[in-house]
C-alpha cells in the first residue's frame, strides 16, 4: 500500500503484478536524481527502511524531494506485506 503525499496519489498495488505497476509506474514517469535510504531498522519480520529520494517528473519537468517511510513484512524470506509513508514538496529553482 503506498499511502501517497501532497502531490502524489495514494495507490494499492497486491500481488507481483501489482509490484511490478508500482515501479514501473515511478520509473517509466520519473527520472530519479538522488535515492538514499540511509537507515535500516530491522525486528523479527519486520524491515523498516527510512529515506528521501529527488526525483524529475518526464512529463512536466517538475522536480520533487520526497521523505519517506517503506515497512516490509517478511515471512519465509518473501516480502509479503509492504507499505509506504512519504511527504513530498516541489522543489523551486
Wanted: aromatic share 10%; proline share 3%.
Amino acid at each position: 500500500m503506498y499511502h501517497g503525499t501532497q502531490i502524489i496519489p495514494k495507490g494499492k498495488f497486491e500481488k507481483k503484478a501489482g509490484i511490478r505497476a508500482f515501479y514501473n509506474n515511478i520509473m517509466e514517469r520519473t527520472e530519479i536524481i538522488n535515492f538514499e535510504p540511509p537507515q535500516y531498522i530491522v525486528d523479527d519480520n519486520m524491515v523498516v527502511v527510512l529515506g528521501r529520494e529527488h526525483q524529475k517528473v518526464k512529463r512536466s519537468g517538475r522536480e520533487l524531494k520526497q521523505d519517506w517511510v517503506q515497512i516490509y513484512t517478511v515471512e519465509n524470506n518473501l516480502i509479503t506485506k509492504m507499505e509506504e509513508f512519504a511527504t513530498s514538496e516541489e522543489v523551486t529553482k
